[in-house]
């Protein structure tokens, strides 16, 4: 794979004379390219804003394919074949029983981390929910909380938090994806009265999904019906390239980032106590036994703040959404993962499918296979499939594990070490205009730009034996996030109604590196424009305030604001 990062010369860094945009520059594109800029001060962007990763997390390559470089971290500490050993595993298929990537099943959600994050980036809006190259959504499957079209409420107990609709013969899976209905409809107008034409003439247009789901797609004993009301939602996967350096984030640092916003806008009280002035107790993750990268052993039961994912949900990135999803999205078990990411619903529903008993039944070396009789399988089958058995002691769940702690190890590197692209045409005018009027009208107080990493003592599980993750120490970063949860109030919102800003660096590349640049959570918003307006669906949006700035800009300014966006 071709990589244009930033040389490392031992354990100090040499910039080299960089060749700008590789891009193929369009002949009606007059402006002066950035290639004699890159690295100095110009106008209000100062010289370290070209580089959003720091000098050991960005690359210098801005073509296709970026979204794939390893940081010059992972140069540096010598970590490269572990980082192409631990790609591999994100972009190969996992198997049934094909070393050395095997142990796909017996539910899962996808076979390939790959197909869910087209290019590294963030997934593809899609019309159908079938398993295809670039579909990155991941179902919400809860019970409204008030009311059916409510964004909130428990997860059901039936099908996992993150459902799976594939399965492996000869079982069913727990959803069947070909009944899941995907519509999109546009929005008539906005809930807060912005009109959707701009104050000079310009249109813009909002789509929402909707997502049914009857109740003959779920195999599960019981259904979700059966056990009260079920809305549906749509997340689709984040993009992945710096992710890292996201980790490397002091959990102090955001802790003041809270203080600072408390005092002006409602926060989360799952994560943070008014009270106290301080994280919540529901917003530390326990971590299983592990290390600091200074070599200090962490115990079971070490707690950091949360930080991943839509819904913050996890704290480490090597216990984060990655790491996480490496096990349950394929459902291959590890050493500390041995056992199956599935329900007891499902188990059920499959020990008692006459089908499925009868194909084991037919087939002796399946491990379900028991003793051969209908009654010996259709237990074997409810205990192995049921993770509510006892996971560690219970004779049905002595799994081997099917991916190797190397394998894992090098997953690790291969994650954390994802570079960001350098920021492209930081030199024109109308990119220093955007950034300009991006703060004037408040994005910047959430799309926060800069951060420290300072000593980056990242923790690592046990099984990864101490050995060393790319690090990211004394780093000044450019995410444009403040790692706090807002509510936008959407029509058909995310579940939870609450969501971590989505980090703005190197979106601007998404189309050369996956083909799309959909965002928000769903991939709602086809550009720019609508993922802004989005924000002020309604009044009741933290954003509305700078939304409606935005919306009375002169046209100019609205072109120089997205063009601000794109080249960060």
């Not at 959707?196 to 003439?201: E, H, L, N, S």
């Not at 959404?321 to 329900?343: E, K, M």
């Not at 703060?439 to 003592?457: F, L, M, V, Y």
């Not at 989005?534 to 997205?562: C, I, M, P, Q």
Request: aromatic residues 12%.
């Amino acid at each position: 794979m071709k990589r244009f990062v930033i040389l490392v010369a031992g354990c100090a860094l040499a910039l080299t004379a960089c060749n700008g945009n590789r891009t193929v520059p369009d002949p009606s594109d007059k402006r002066e390219p950035d290639a004699k800029y890159v690295g100095q001060a110009v106008a209000n962007f100062s010289a370290e804003e070209w580089y959003p990763g720091g000098m050991l997390g960005t690359t210098d390559n801005v073509t296709e394919g970026c979204y794939e470089d390893e940081t010059p971290a992972v140069t540096a500490q010598g970590l490269e074949r572990a980082f192409n050993l631990g790609e591999a595993a994100f972009e190969r298929k996992f198997t049934i029983g094909t070393e050395p990537f095997k142990g796909l099943g017996p539910a899962y959600l996808r076979s390939s981390c790959l197909d869910c994050h087209p290019g590294y980036g963030h997934g593809k809006r899609q019309t159908a929910y079938t398993s295809t190259f670039g579909n990155g959504y991941l179902l919400v499957v809860y019970h409204p909380a008030d009311g059916a079209n409510s964004d909130d409420g428990p997860y059901v107990a039936e099908v996992t938090g993150m459902p799976q609709t594939l399965a492996t013969a000869p079982f069913l899976p727990p959803i069947d994806e070909t009944k899941i209905q995907i519509s999109w409809l546009p929005v008539s107008a906005m809930e807060s009265g912005l009109p959707m034409t701009f104050p000079d003439g310009e249109k813009y247009e909002l789509i929402y999904p909707e997502v049914n789901i009857p109740e003959d797609a779920f195999n599960t004993n019981p259904t979700p019906y059966q056990t009260g009301a079920v809305a549906f939602r749509l997340e689709s996967t984040i993009g992945i390239p710096g992710t890292g350096l996201l980790d490397a984030i002091p959990q102090d640092s955001i802790r003041v980032q809270y203080r600072k916003e408390a005092p002006y806008v409602e926060l989360n009280p799952a994560f943070w106590d008014k009270s106290s002035n301080d994280f919540a107790p529901t917003a530390w993750y326990t971590l299983a036994e592990g290390q600091f990268a200074d070599g200090t052993p962490a115990p079971a039961g070490t707690k950091m703040v949360k930080r991943f994912t839509y819904a913050m949900t996890r704290a480490s990135l090597q216990d984060g959404a990655g790491a996480n999803a490496i096990w349950n999205i394929t459902n291959v078990s590890r050493s500390d993962r041995h056992f199956l990411y599935t329900t007891k619903a499902w188990a059920k529903a499959m020990s008692e499918n006459k089908d499925v008993i009868a194909a084991i039944q037919a087939d002796p070396t399946s491990p379900y296979y028991a003793d051969g009789t209908a009654e010996g399988i259709a237990d074997a089958v409810l205990h192995l499939l049921d993770p509510s058995t006892d996971q560690f002691n219970n004779k049905w769940h002595n799994f081997s594990p099917e991916m190797s702690d190397e394998q894992y190890y090098n997953f690790l590197v291969w994650h954390r070490g994802l570079s960001i692209p350098r920021a492209r045409n930081l030199n024109r005018k109308e990119v220093q205009r955007g950034k300009e009027v991006f703060t004037q009208i408040g994005c910047a107080s959430c799309h926060r730009p800069k951060w420290q990493t300072k000593e980056d003592n990242y923790w690592a599980p046990s099984i990864t034996s101490g050995k060393a993750l790319p690090r990211y120490q004394n780093q000044t970063i450019y995410p444009y996030t403040d790692m706090i949860q807002h509510r936008l109030y959407m029509k058909n919102g995310i579940h939870g109604s609450w969501c971590r800003t989505t980090p703005l660096w190197g979106r601007g590349l998404s189309r050369a590196n996956t083909g799309a640049e959909d965002r928000i959570h769903d991939c709602r918003a086809r550009n720019v424009i609508e993922a802004i307006m989005w924000h002020g669906y309604s009044k009741k949006s933290e954003a509305y305030s700078s939304t409606e700035k935005f919306y009375n800009l002169s046209k100019e300014d609205r072109d120089a604001v997205v063009e601000f966006i794109n080249a960060i």
